[in-house]
């Protein structure tokens, strides 16, 4: 065993027994995110692991090739559903502020495609899920504030820095697909680029029944997704007679809600000329109360502010751009389009083929929200199972959670 391995191993035996001290020590010399090679546990996992109920086995294969530290079932008491009791969860959650204090990493996956989180979560211990989901949040927020930095230092605007991401579900997952390359999966794999916006907006797309894929197979909108279009179309516009803006018509479903609702104006912004030659075959041109703004967002938003055409309601779904697009679509261009009593909501899709993640950029946004002049509330709907005959043809199921949280932003006060 080499030097780093022993380290390695000596570190994640420490953070499996909750001991403070002896961390503290090592912590000097080795680092706080090290994975064991054959696990691909961190410090974190160790810690978390070590809860785990007497009867359930983590990692049991581990243990069976000799790896001592993972789950040792030392709780002792039966006082928690869990098997850990009290104090063993809440040195647990010590060890873990320790880790984190010395720059442990929040979304490191394991050999089991589990980040710590993940694996909090599948244990059932809720408390070290949320210190999981806290440690997620200040790293998200850290690192949206250094690209914003990197590109005042780099004298760039946003339009020559807009995002690469798609933002329609599961976009910001922050950790590996594959858990055989064990690697640093880090904060920073959260800004992965897939697909780019303007190769997405080249790109050929295929209309299906019930989905459109882009070239490379992303699903680009889903059918399963209508009752969150019902839904937010009746929060959002409850009465007749409102004036409506929705940012990406994809296959039009909330657009024809919107319509059911008889909005007095119903404006719709949209960039891929195949569905804007869709939207042409479909009628949505020759609709009386219907304006059809071709073009990115981005170049659009601006015009319509110019004319000073306010809404009552506004929604945002568009897709390839990243969470900076949403970001800068609600802090600059939001306040020149919405009535003061106005009210609007975008596609929550944030992370959503994680759990962990989705929850972290759920509260990431609710914070930047708050930040831009926001209230939110949050209504959360069940997501009927998904037909496994939906995601075929399909590259990358971005959605995988039950829960949706349904956004409804309004001016703070
Ligand atoms: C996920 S779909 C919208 C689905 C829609 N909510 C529905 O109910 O069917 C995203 C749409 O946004 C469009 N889009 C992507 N980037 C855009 C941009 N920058 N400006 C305007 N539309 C954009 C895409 O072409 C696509 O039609």
């Avoid at 024809?256 to 939207?279: G, T, Y």
């Avoid at 919405?338 to 609710?366: M, P």
Wanted: charged share 25%; proline share 3%.
């Amino acid at each position: 065993m080499s030097d780093s391995d022993l380290e390695t191993q000596q570190l994640l035996l420490a953070a499996s027994q909750h001991d403070i001290r002896r961390l503290q020590i090592l912590l000097r010399r080795g680092s706080a995110s090290a994975q064991d090679p054959e696990t691909g546990f961190t410090p974190l996992h160790a810690a978390i692991a070590a809860c785990e109920p007497p009867s359930s086995s983590v990692h049991t294969e581990s243990r069976e090739n000799g790896h001592q530290f993972y789950g040792l079932g030392n709780s002792t008491s039966e006082d928690d559903s869990h098997g850990a009791g009290e104090d063993e969860i809440q040195n647990a959650a010590k060890t873990m502020k320790l880790l984190l204090e010395n720059g442990a990493i929040w979304n490191d996956v394991d050999m089991n495609n589990e980040t710590p989180g993940c694996l909090a979560l599948r244990l059932g211990l809720k408390d070290l899920y949320a210190i999981m989901v806290d440690a997620g949040v200040r790293a998200e927020i850290l690192l949206n504030r250094l690209d914003e930095y990197e590109m005042l230092s780099n004298g760039q605007d946003s339009e020559e820095t807009e995002g690469v991401e798609k933002s329609n579900g599961g976009d910001l997952n922050t950790a590996q697909e594959n858990s055989s390359d064990i690697q640093d999966a880090g904060a920073d794999s959260i800004s992965r680029p897939e697909p780019d916006s303007d190769d997405y907006l080249r790109s050929s797309l295929t209309f299906h029944k019930d989905k459109i894929v882009d070239g490379l197979q992303n699903g680009v909108m889903m059918a399963w997704e209508a009752d969150i279009m019902k839904r937010t179309a009746d929060l959002l516009v409850p009465k007749a007679g409102l004036r409506v803006l929705n940012v990406g018509h994809g296959m039009g479903i909330i657009d024809r809600f919107i319509q059911e609702k008889s909005p007095s104006a119903h404006h719709i912004i949209e960039a891929h000329p195949q569905v804007l030659a869709q939207m042409r075959k479909d009628g949505w041109y020759a609709k009386s109360n219907v304006t059809i703004h071709e073009g990115k967002w981005q170049d659009v938003v601006p015009n319509v502010i110019e004319q000073s055409v306010l809404f009552d309601a506004i929604y945002f779904d568009t897709f390839a751009e990243d969470y900076k697009a949403l970001r800068d679509f609600f802090s600059d261009q939001i306040i020149g389009l919405l009535e003061d009593r106005g009210k609007w909501s975008f596609f929550n899709g944030l992370g959503a083929d994680r759990q962990i993640c989705y929850d972290t950029y759920t509260r990431v946004v609710e914070l930047d929200l708050f930040e831009a002049g926001f209230d939110t509330e949050w209504e959360t709907m069940h997501v009927l199972d998904i037909d496994k005959e939906a995601w075929k043809d399909v590259k990358r199921r971005y959605w995988v959670l039950k829960d949706y949280k349904l956004p409804i932003c309004s001016f703070t006060g």
